[in-house]
T-cell receptor, first 114, second 115 residues
Framework: GAGVSQSPRYKVAKRGQDVALRCDPISGHVSLFWYQQALGQGPEFLTYFQNEAQLDKSGLPSDRFFAERPEGSVSTLKIQRTQQEDSAVYLC????????????FGPGTRLTVL | GESVGLHLPTLSVQEGDNSIINCAYSNSASDYFIWYKQESGKGPQFIIDIRSNMDKRQGQRVTVLLNKTVKHLSLQIAATQPGDSAVYFCAEGGRTNNAGNMLTFGGGTRLMVKP
């Protein structure tokens, strides 16, 4: 497909478990963003990559959150020792430009922490 | 799919009418604005964007108006169709520490189109 894909689409974790969420951006897109969307709210910025470099991680809510994009394409968002407040939809977006204009979003991963 | 926006402001319009969705933004330094449409269970879908050096931009059936004086953005949808029913978010692009456009989203408006 030509769009941004994310996997898994749904993830249920027990409190304290580690999870890994994957994002496949549109081929050739330089910029990649992760957002967190709580129910009934707009997405909130987590972190930003330009190619393989993580240039901004100011939105990550705690040091339990870690993101990587080692080859400048696929990205993984990892959450260690999950807590109930981590339950949300995690959205990935990619952009052709280095400034992140016209971001295209994936369908998101719905994380539920029990 | 899961529900997006359980308690959002709702705009209800008749099919074929024009819709206007409004948004107030906070950062007077923002120079890039975008409207997204989000259907239940899906990620936000890009509709149209506008830069701060413009006050109006038109797309297919959609127009975005930007009033920098009062920090207000609006999305006009012409001849609204049932497929336009969704939650609409405005977003402002703010430069990250290293120049990427992190988006700050507004609270969203649910558009319901009555047949």
């Amino acid at each position: 497909g030509a769009g941004v894909s994310q996997s898994p689409r749904y993830k249920v974790a027990k409190r304290g478990q580690d999870v890994a969420l994957r994002c496949d951006p549109i081929s050739g897109h330089v910029s990649l963003f992760w957002y967190q969307q709580a129910l009934g709210q707009g997405p909130e910025f987590l972190t930003y990559f330009q190619n393989e470099a993580q240039l901004d991680k100011s939105g990550l809510p705690s040091d339990r959150f870690f993101a990587e994009r080692p080859e400048g394409s696929v990205s993984t968002l990892k959450i260690q020792r999950t807590q109930q407040e981590d339950s949300a939809v995690y959205l990935c977006a990619s952009s052709l430009t280095t400034t992140g204009d016209e971001q295209f979003f994936g369908p998101g991963t719905r994380l539920t922490v029990l | 799919g899961e529900s997006v926006g359980l308690h959002l402001p709702t705009l209800s319009v008749q099919e074929g009418d024009n819709s206007i969705i409004n948004c107030a933004y906070s950062n007077s330094a923002s120079d890039y604005f975008i409207w997204y449409k989000q259907e239940s269970g899906k990620g936000p879908q890009f509709i149209i964007d506008i830069r701060s050096n413009m006050d109006k931009r038109q797309g297919q059936r959609v127009t975005v108006l930007l009033n920098k004086t009062v920090k207000h953005l609006s999305l006009q949808i012409a001849a609204t169709q049932p497929g336009d029913s969704a939650v609409y978010f405005c977003a402002e692009g703010g430069r990250t520490n290293n120049a990427g456009n992190m988006l700050t989203f507004g609270g969203g408006t649910r558009l319901m189109v009555k047949p």
